[in-house]
């Protein structure tokens, strides 16, 4: 068992040199206050475009000197963006961490992918900021955006957004990670029923490596 990032690292990169990164260029937000800073729940979720099918490896958040701890993801193929997205399955940040790893493989590409995203320091109050939020009645409320939706994109790009739906995301961040080796025999089985459901898409589109 994985039980923390550093170790993460070490596996997931081997001899590979290690990238970290961090988010810059935040929009500046003219508000007249923060949400409280109190408990709040905060939410990790990971998306993928519609046929461009992803399988996370390892979700490994840490609070350095706090907590390290591993969220549950596996098999992603939505919800980039459009009527179902940005969205994606996650689970709690709880406490909110400072370190992100993320290591997956790419269906369509057949590669996989690791980064250790560095979160900017200043991202949990930047998601406190209110912003409207509509209920279920169509009542529109002010909330913090609580969730942060991790993207991967073929070429293994990491698109970062924060929300607390889908009709207020917004952007915070882009990301490269690195191609790092793995067994494409592990995910044999699975790549033909992916190529079953997505292969004449596939054909047709091919794997776009920009413009995500």
């Known amino acids: 068992m994985i039980r923390s990032v550093s170790a993460f690292v070490k596996r997931a990169f081997r001899n590979r040199p290690i990238v970290i990164v961090c988010g810059a260029g935040l929009a500046v937000w003219v508000v007249f206050s923060f949400w ?7 939410y990790v979720g990971v998306a993928a475009p519609s046929h461009y099918d992803m399988w996370v490896i ?10 390290s701890w591993r969220v549950p993801a596996g098999h992603k193929g939505c919800c980039w963006k459009g009527d179902g997205g940005p969205f994606g399955a996650g689970g709690d940040m709880d406490p909110f961490p400072n370190l992100i790893a993320i290591h997956w493989f790419s269906f369509a590409e057949q590669k996989y992918y690791s980064i250790l995203i560095d979160v900017p320091p200043d991202l949990q109050d930047q998601m406190r900021v209110p912003a409207p939020t509509r209920t279920q009645s169509g009542e529109v409320r002010m909330k913090p955006r609580g969730t942060l939706v991790l993207g991967l994109a073929p070429g293994g ?6 929300m607390s739906q889908r009709t207020n995301a917004v952007e915070v961040m882009r990301v490269q990670a690195i191609e790092v080796e793995g067994n494409l025999n592990a995910f044999k089985e699975r790549t033909k029923n992916y190529l079953k459901r997505s292969g004449a898409y596939l054909e ?9």
């Open 204 to 212: 047709e589109h091919g794997v776009p490596l920009e413009g995500w």
């Open 58 to 67: 390892n979700l490994h958040l840490e609070k350095s000197g706090e907590r």
């Open 36 to 42: 409280p800073k109190d408990d709040l729940p905060w």
């Open 157 to 162: 790009e990491v698109v970062v957004w924060m």
